[in-house]
């Protein structure tokens, strides 16, 4: 079984728009699935590429 945070970093990682990642990050927070701290967390342990798409999901949703 994969964690949710996992998931959001697969996510993250594909060719989706930045919108649907923004979306995926702000459900997953609202139904306290996981928080923006552990999603920062797994930013830092993902590659490059990964890490900016997931700090601006986490920035997206910080500013709305």
């Not at 079984?1 to 697969?10: A, E, N, P, W």
């Not at 996510?11 to 927070?29: K, L, P, T, W």
Request: aromatic share 0%; glycine share 8%; proline share 0%.
């Amino acid at each position: 079984m994969t964690t949710v945070d996992r998931t959001l970093v697969d996510v993250v990682g594909s060719d989706i728009s930045q919108e649907v990642r923004n979306g995926a990050d702000a459900d997953a927070v609202g139904r306290g699935e996981t928080t923006r701290r552990r999603l920062l967390r797994r930013s830092s342990e993902a590659a490059a590429r990964v890490a900016l798409r997931l700090e601006r999901a986490v920035a997206a949703q910080e500013g709305s």
